[in-house]
């Protein structure tokens, strides 16, 4: 069976507008300089140096359907300036050996939101407008029966990281307690304080 059939059979389970449909087949290594590719494009035109804020979320499967009818349907209704990532993970080709927290479910859905912000305005491509966005959406994704967990979180309390963490914050404390008793690493997320030394 050719890619086309292959690619034609996947997409026909999908409801979308097929005059959306957009595909370019790349080599491998294109596909991992992807991002570089984008970077040179936005510099071309002047939008590299220009705020970017970013937001990555990891959705679990089954909450897919009602986050994007939230998220898509009322939240996002204009451009975001920039692209939308959706990318299935299996968690059990993960390492859980880390820190980073998923969702409780085998399936999830990372969802990058990758805006670019124009530094001079005041429309929908403002840094302040994209930003509100984010606040909205994440204000959303905190729903506790959704399970959504974020990438690369922003909390200013211990609270709001034991919460982050949830069931898998014991763990990470003994492992911060093994491998930086002192707390050498800690300023940074605001998650633990650093030791000060008794003299």
């Known amino acids: 069976m050719s890619w086309n059939k292959r690619t034609e059979i996947l997409l026909s389970g999908l409801h979308f507008i097929p005059s959306t449909l957009f595909m370019s087949e790349v080599s491998y290594l294109d596909f991992l300089e992807r991002v570089h590719l984008s970077e040179r494009k936005l510099r071309e035109k002047g939008l590299w140096e220009v705020p970017h804020p970013w937001m990555n979320l990891l959705i679990p499967k089954s909450k897919i359907h009602e986050f994007a009818e939230e998220v898509f349907g009322n939240i996002l209704t204009d451009n975001i300036n920039g692209p939308i990532l959706v990318y299935p993970v299996n968690k059990t080709k993960w390492n859980n050996k880390t820190s980073l927290v998923t969702p409780d479910e085998d399936v ?72 930086d008793p002192l707390a050498i690493l800690a300023p940074g997320q605001r998650i633990f304080r650093k030791a000060v030394p008794i003299l």
């Open 108 to 179: 999830f859905y990372l969802v990058g939101f990758l805006s670019s912000a124009v530094p001079s305005s005041t429309g929908t491509d403002s840094l302040d407008y994209i930003l509100t966005l984010n606040r909205r959406i994440l204000e959303y994704s905190a729903t506790p029966h959704l399970g959504i967990k974020q990438y690369l979180p922003h909390y200013r309390t211990q609270g709001e990281w034991r919460a982050h963490f949830g069931s898998q914050w014991q763990v990470f404390l003994q492992r911060k307690s093994s491998y």
